[in-house]
Structure formats: structure tokens, C-alpha cells
């Protein structure tokens, strides 16, 4: 490993530390701990879901997501209801009172909000790409669960334009795009194959 890649994963690793941190804080004073508030956060994102498939989407165990799914069902943030593509099955969605709760939290920690609005937007641009790059890897490492990104997505045509600020495309809103309006966790995602996801990380390594 170089010192370089050990400097990288050394400030993630600060970044990730004071996230949680500042998560750990937030969520606590509102009573919850941070796999409850991820419940909330990826229900309000992507609708109601089934226990196993929250599970695999926050990298939890069952027996973790169950105990965080009854409590946040005693608090009346979250329900049980059956899923209406099959009847046997049951899905977790939020309450009114849930969709309001997880309104009130914050996005992520005010400061290092602020930080990244002071990037120039290339530079933001760039850290959002090299950072989607960083998490495509662990994902075809399988070591985190599958993630919502443009780089992984059957909808991405990755410098499809010659125009330098919005050379990506993307096909499920038939519009153009730039390194800034990559994303990271997409409702509209579509996984592509293995073979196309590579296709996509070499030609954005390629233009760079
Ligand atoms: S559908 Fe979403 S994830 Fe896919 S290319 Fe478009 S914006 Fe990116």
C-alpha cells in the first residue's frame, strides 16, 4: 500500500469518525441510536421495504434490524403492513408521525456541510467522483452492500457529451450531467451488469 493510499483512508477515516460522532449525537438526543435513524433515512428515500431487504441495504444482521425496527414500532415512528405484491409477505413503512421525525434530522453535520460549499464546484465534482469510484470498488469487493450510484447504474452513459461541464448522461431523465450531479443514493437507480460497470469505470478513468 502506498503512504499516499494510507493517507486517503487515514482523513476517511477522520471524516467517518466525526460523522458519527455528530450522528450518534443528533439521533441520541432525539432517542434513537443510528441504525434507527438509517431505517427512517432509507424509508423516506426509497418508500416502504421488507425487513430482509433493509437489512441487506444498511449492511445489518436480521436480528439487528428486528430489534431496531420493534423499537422504532413502539415509538410510532415505523408499521408494519402487508406488502401489496404479495399478501403473505410484510413490508416496514413509515408513520406520519415517522415521515415527520426523520423531516426534523439533519441531512449530515452542519460543519462539514459548510466545508464542502466552500469547494469550488470542480472540485466538488472531483472528490464526488473519485468518491463514487472508492465505493463502486467495495461494492464489487463485496465489501459493503450494493450502493444506488450513477457508476453502477444501466441508465448512466458516462462522457457520452463533449461539453466539459456536463459530459455524463443520464438516460431515465434523458438529460445531461457533470461530475457535481453524480449520485450517490438514486430512487431511480437500476443496477447494471458486471461487465457494463467496469466498461463505465474504465471509461471514466480513461477522460479522467
Ligand atoms: S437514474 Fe439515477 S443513478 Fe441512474 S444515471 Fe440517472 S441519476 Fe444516475
Redesign the pocket.
Known sequence: MSDCSRQIAAALGRLALFWRTALWQAVAERGLNPTQAEILGHLARRGPSRQVSLAAALGVSAASLSDSVASLMSKGLVARHPDPRDGRAVQVVLTEAGTKFHAALPDAPAPLLGALDDLPEAEAGAALRTLSTLIRALQEARAIPVQ???VT????QPHRHAEAAAP?H????DAA?GDA???ID?????ETTQARRAIIAARLAAVG
Open positions: 444506488r450510484m450513477c447504474c444501466a441508465y448512466f455524463h443520464c438516460d431515465f431523465v450531467f450531479a453524480l449520485r438514486c430512487a431511480e437507480h437500476e
